[in-house]
């Protein structure tokens, strides 16, 4: 299945892709003993059931909304939790100006607002504060099944799915203190990576059974048809399952629960001259299997 949620910004409600449209699942939900009214969220332990709803509904004839005359917005509007792996790809670590040969052993995890998500279509906003604005296209995990002390052998069947991420950066906005006084924990990540609009997501999530191997799934990114990262996500330090195992050793892990995966090379930041994101320029991200999505850049100051 492919999931969606869709309508005015602050009001989506669930739904699944059917051709180029969207059943929507306030009765779907329902019918499987969920609130009507709920998000997409409250049904990711339930993708069984939930499949069997939405075949009920397509061979009763329920009514179906064109995917042209809806806005998408982020699949899961309301994550527990968005944490974020960075230095997960060693070729973006090497174009950071890394040493090759002092790799990170060990996932390094943030976290992200909720407030920063937008849908797949929506404009990323740089701010007013910003000089050097970036992307980086990144896998993203969504959990179905909760728990805590997940093993890596057990973490598939605690994935619902799949989805696009852009990891959006105010690059200039990150070093904080931290360079004036030396102090490296004074690095403000959240200063950097942690403003609205800076996690676009979509354009659905991709539940695992029709997803495949996480292996297979290529990464492009181009910035006005120019192509800036072409990768696949077998070539991760960590990848999804261990991710899963090492954050669930620290956190319960629940459903709907967000996972970023890191971002290969291809940056603007790792560019001998960066070519930073500009008002007017716009962001394409294609995923195997899980589509495209497309995200025009504003300047604050236009919005």
Known sequence: MRLVSFGPRGSEAPGVLVGDSVLPLGRVLADIGLERTGS???ALPFLGLLGEGVDAALQRGDELVPVTQTRLGPPVVDPPNIFSCGANYFAH???HGVDPQRMPTLPV???KPGSALSGPADPIVRPIECAQF???AELAIVIGKGGRRISADRAADHIAGYMIANDVSARDLG???SAKLNMAPLYQVMR???WDTFLPTGPWLVTADEAGSYEDIRIQTWVNDESRQDAYAKEMAHNPYQLVEWLSATTTLRPGDIITTGTPAGAAVGMASPKWLMPGDAVRIEMTGLGSMCTPVLDERAV
């Open 40 to 42: 997409l969220r409250s």
């Open 93 to 95: 670590l090497v174009e």
């Open 109 to 111: 995890i943030f976290l």
């Open 134 to 136: 970036d992307y980086e």
């Open 175 to 177: 070093a904080g203190e």
């Open 192 to 194: 950097m990576k942690g």
